[in-house]
C-alpha cells in the first residue's frame, strides 16, 4: 500500500466516508455493458446455481438450474446463458476501422466497439474462468452432446477471464476492483471485496456514514453476499428446503412447478440487491470522466475482441487447457509490458497518481525560473537545437546527473538531467537540455519550449517504444522447457 492510499484510508475512517485517491476514472465503460451476478453451489466445483445478467437494469433475467449436481440442467443453464450473451456478443460486431499498419504502408480492420462483461468481485472472474473451461471443449455430438452454443460460450467466457488478467483492459470489470482503484475507504482490503459494504462507505443511505453502513451490510440477512458464494445460513435455512422439496415433487408435476417457482423466489431475492448495487457502483464511476489515454487501452481491447472473432471466423479451435512453454513465456512478457504501461499512463493522467512518485523520489514538480529557447549543440558532426530550462523545486530531486526525464504535459519532448543544485534547505534547481518535439530545425516553434513562469513536473517514467523480444518457434522449443508440444488431439 502506497503512502498516499494509507493517508486517503485514514482521512476516510476519520471522515466516515470514503476519499478519492484518483481525479478521473481510469476505465473505459461501455454504453450497454453485461452485467453477470452468478451463484454457485456450495461444497460443489463450479457448480452454477443461479445467475441474474443483462445489458440494462430494467433487462435482468433470471436464470436458475434447480439442481446443481444434474449434469443436463448445468449444460441447459449453459445454452440459456449463451442465449443471453452471444447475441450480446454479436451487437458489437458492427462498423469497422481502417488502422495503419507498417509505418503506414498497410492497413488492418478492428471493430470500433468492444463488449464489456462487469461481475460484482474477483470471485466473479474466477467463475467466468471455471465455467468457460467446463465448457468450451463440450461435444455437440456423439455421447452426452450440448446445445451448439455451449462450446462457443465457454470459448467467450474464456476470452474475457482472460482479458481480466490484462493489466488495462475493460474488457472484464470486477467491480470491487474498479472502485477500490478510484476510492480509499476506511476498511481492510478484504472487506472492499464486499460489494455492499464497500458501497456503503462510498455511497452511505441519507442520514448515516460509512461505517455504520458497512456494518448494516455485513448482515447477510440484509444485503446478500455479492456471490458466487452464499451465505452458509441461507443454504441450511432456505436453499437447502427448496432444492429438497423440488427433488421431492418429481411425480407430481403441480406440486414441482410450486417448488420451482419458489426456488425462484428465494434466489431472485438473493441476487436482486447485488444486481443493483452494481448499476449503483457504475454509475459512481460514470460521475468521473475519463482519462486521456482510457480511449488507447479501449483500442486494444478492440484489437483483441477483433483478432478472436476472426479466429472464430476461421472455425478457430478453443483455447488450450495450458500454454505450451513458447507461449507461456509470450504471454508472461506481453502481461508484465502491459502492467508497466498502464502504470505510466494512470500516472500521466492523474495528479493523484503522479504525487505517489513525487513521494519516492521518481518524479518532481517545479517552476520554470530560466529558459535558453534558442540554444544549439555544435559539438557534434552538425548543430542541433537544445534548448535548457531551469526548474525550481521545493522537493526532494533522488534523480542522478545524466537521468532522462519526460514530462506528461509533453512526452514526445525528452529533457536530460545536467546540473541539480541544492540552493537551501528545502530548494534545488534543476538544469534541464531538452530534445525532441521541436521540429529539425534550429529554431523551436512557439510552444514547443517550456517559457519561464510555467509549473511542470518531470518523471523518469516514460511511455518510449520498446522492441517486442525474439521468442523461439513453438517447434524449437528446448529440451529445458519440455521440448517440442505434441500435436494436439483430435475433437
Not at 133 to 157: C, I, K, M, N
Not at 272 to 280: D, I
Request: aromatic letters at 6%; proline letters at 11%.
Amino acid at each position: 500500500m502506497s503512502t498516499l492510499r494509507a493517508l486517503a484510508r485514514a482521512q476516510a475512517l476519520a471522515a466516515g466516508r470514503a476519499q478519492p485517491v484518483a481525479t478521473v476514472r481510469h476505465l473505459h465503460l461501455a454504453e450497454r455493458p453485461l452485467v453477470l451476478v452468478p451463484l454457485v453451489l456450495a461444497g460443489e466445483a463450479n457448480a452454477p446455481l443461479a445467475a441474474l445478467v443483462g445489458a440494462a437494469p430494467q433487462e435482468a433475467k433470471l436464470l436458475v438450474v434447480p439442481q446443481p449436481r444434474n449434469r443436463d440442467q448445468r449444460f441447459a443453464f449453459a445454452a440459456e446463458l449463451a442465449s443471453v450473451v452471444l447475441p450480446w456478443i454479436d451487437e458489437h460486431r458492427g462498423p469497422t476501422e481502417a488502422v495503419p499498419v507498417d509505418r503506414g504502408r498497410d492497413v488492418r480492420h478492428r471493430y470500433t466497439d468492444a463488449p464489456q462483461v462487469v461481475v460484482p468481485n474477483p470471485a466473479g472472474v474466477t467463475f467466468l474462468r471455471l465455467f468457460g473451461r467446463a465448457t468450451r471443449f463440450r461435444r455437440t455430438d456423439g455421447d452426452y452432446p450440448v446445445h451448439p452454443s455451449v462450446p462457443l460460450l465457454g470459448q467467450w467466457l474464456t476470452f474475457f477471464a482472460e482479458r481480466a488478467e490484462h493489466p488495462g483492459s475493460a474488457a472484464t470489470v470486477a467491480l470491487t476492483e474498479a472502485l477500490t482503484l478510484h476510492w480509499a475507504t476506511g476498511q481492510s482490503t478484504v472487506e472492499d471485496l464486499h460489494l455492499p459494504a464497500l458501497l456503503g462507505w462510498l455511497d452511505p443511505p441519507a442520514g448515516s456514514d460509512g461505517p455504520t453502513a458497512a456494518a448494516r451490510a455485513e448482515d447477510p440477512a440484509r444485503c446478500p453476499p455479492a456471490g458466487p458464494a452464499t451465505d452458509p445460513e441461507f443454504d441450511n435455512r432456505v436453499l437447502a428446503p427448496a432444492m429438497s422439496a423440488y427433488a421431492d415433487a418429481e411425480d407430481d408435476p403441480d406440486a414441482r412447478r410450486a417448488a420451482y417457482e419458489r426456488l425462484v423466489g428465494v434466489l431472485r431475492e438473493q441476487l436482486a440487491p447485488t444486481w443493483e448495487l452494481a448499476w449503483r457502483g457504475l454509475g459512481l464511476l460514470r460521475s468521473l470522466s475519463p482519462g486521456a489515454r482510457v480511449a488507447g487501452r479501449f483500442a486494444g481491447d478492440r484489437d483483441a475482441f477483433t483478432a478472436f472473432c476472426e479466429h472464430l471466423d476461421d472455425s478457430g479451435g478453443p483455447q488450450p487447457r495450458r500454454d505450451s512453454a513458447v507461449a507461456a513465456a509470450a504471454r508472461l512478457h506481453r502481461l508484465e509490458r502491459a502492467a508497466t504501461s498502464y502504470a505510466v499512463q494512470r500516472a500521466y493522467d492523474d495528479p493523484l497518481v503522479m504525487a505517489e512518485y513525487r513521494l519516492t523520489g521518481e518524479a518532481f514538480a517545479g517552476e520554470v525560473r530560466l529558459a535558453d529557447p534558442k540554444r544549439v549543440d555544435d559539438s557534434g558532426k552538425r548543430p542541433v537545437l537544445r534548448p535548457r530550462i531551469q526548474l525550481v523545486t521545493d522537493e526532494p530531486v533522488l534523480v542522478p546527473v545524466g537521468a532522462t526525464l519526460t514530462c506528461p504535459d509533453r512526452p514526445g519532448q525528452k529533457a536530460r538531467v545536467v546540473f541539480v543544485t541544492p540552493v537551501d534547505g528545502t530548494r534545488t534547481e534543476v538544469v534541464l537540455e531538452l530534445s525532441g518535439g521541436m521540429g529539425r530545425g534550429l529554431t523551436a516553434p512557439a510552444g514547443s519550449v517550456p517559457v519561464v513562469g510555467e509549473r511542470l513536473c518531470y518523471t523518469t517514467l516514460s511511455e518510449a517504444f520498446l522492441p517486442a523480444p525474439v521468442f523461439p518457434a513453438p517447434e524449437e522449443t528446448p529440451w529445458t522447457h519440455g521440448g517440442p508440444p505434441a500435436a494436439p488431439a483430435p475433437v
